[in-house]
Nanobody
Framework: QVLLRESGGGFVQAGTSLRLACAAS????????MGWYRQAPGKSSELVASITRTGSITYADFVKGRFTISRDNVKNTVYLQMNSLKPENTAVYSC??????????WGQGTQVTVSS
């Protein structure tokens, strides 16, 4: 059974930082592409950042230079370091895992709220 467990969300002031973590189990993490998505109230889900099994990284334009995605293939965990947070970054952030072996899986998400 594939499980993705996000952690690290919270309520923070604008300009501060958070680090989200997504611990994966039940899959071959090393060969799985991982990503972080967000969904703000009243809006559709959108990609924040992704990192493939080979380490190729993609960022949404709205986070370039402030957010960093990384993965630890020993701990089976993907991270999202979020710096200089803004109120518009408020959303539920969810972890995604995808590969030809497992298909597409989602975590339940972690709430990030940034106050001005």
């Amino acid at each position: 059974q594939v499980l993705l467990r996000e952690s690290g969300g919270g309520f923070v002031q604008a300009g501060t930082s958070l680090r989200l973590a997504c611990a994966a189990s039940g899959l071959m993490f090393r060969i799985t592409d991982m990503g972080w998505y967000r969904q703000a109230p009243g809006k559709s889900s959108e990609l924040v950042a992704s990192i493939t099994r080979t380490g190729s990284i993609t960022y949404a334009d709205f986070v370039k230079g402030r957010f960093t995605i990384s993965r630890d293939n020993v701990k089976n965990t993907v991270y999202l370091q979020m710096n200089s947070l803004k109120p518009e970054n408020t959303a539920v952030y969810s972890c995604n895992a995808a590969s030809v072996l497992i298909g597409n899986y989602w975590g339940q998400g972690t709430q990030v709220t940034v106050s001005s």
